[in-house]
């Protein structure tokens, strides 16, 4: 027989925050209440997988061509949101190329550089950030992307 718990206030434990959703739940959970994602360590060749297809979107596309990575939902995300950046990043580029006259030029010229940082930068702190086991959405594209994958 059990001896009557004291009158202790009750304390949660060790606890953990979920990376997908960021509702925070018991240390020991395997999966997320609030979205279902696992909560398991990812695996390295997902890690390596998801940052590696930032690399332009070549290797994105493969990842979501390939049936090994059909469930595969960190990577397949990554994926999507890397066809999606760099996919938005070549038609802007052609449209300023089609609309570019004299008078225009300078203003594509720079938008244009402007652009290129700005999918560079995102482009090495996605990488990173997918490296790690972590998501990173960009503004609009991420939410895309999370319905896509
Ligand atoms: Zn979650």
Redesign the pocket.
Known sequence: MAAPLPNIPYSPGPEMV?S????TMPLISAF?P????SMRELPVADRLAASFSYFTFIPAAVFLLLPGFRNRRFVRFHAWQSVLMWGAYVVLSLSALFLSNISAAMFFLIAGILASLAVFFAWIVLAIKSWQGERFDLPLFGAFAERLR
């Open positions: 979920c997908n959703c960021g509702v997320c609030g979205c279902g994602e």
